[in-house]
């Protein structure tokens, strides 16, 4: 069975292989915090600052990797976080 996704429970699209494989990393990212509180139950104000900071956090290790260093798995991990913070917000405007 192929994966969908529906946005406004109306469109039914199917992943890119691009996305599939993303979508996989930021769950292993995810599954980590698992004991953490439920991001439905923090405030925006507060993801808003972690998306940001791990907006900065991608910068620095992009630019450290512009130097010369071998930065690939870092980048990764930090573009899942961004992506994962962004996804918390989104989330929670879907039930206001």
């Not at 946005?7 to 691009?18: A, F, N, S």
């Not at 930021?26 to 900071?53: A, C, F, I, N, T």
């Not at 791990?54 to 991990?77: F, H, K, M, N, P």
Request: glycine share 4%; with cysteine; hydrophobic share 40%.
């Amino acid at each position: 069975m192929k994966r969908v996704i529906t946005i406004d429970g109306k469109t039914t699209l199917k992943p890119r292989k691009e996305l599939k494989w993303f979508i996989g990393v930021q769950e292993q990212k995810l599954r980590k915090v698992d004991d953490k509180r439920h991001w439905s139950l923090v405030p925006d104000g507060y993801l808003l600052k972690r998306l940001k900071e791990e907006v900065i956090e991608l910068e620095q290790a992009l630019d450290t990797r512009a130097r010369g260093y071998d930065r690939q798995a870092e980048i990764l991990s930090e573009c899942a976080d961004v992506a994962n913070f962004a996804m918390m917000i989104a989330d929670k405007q879907r039930y206001c």
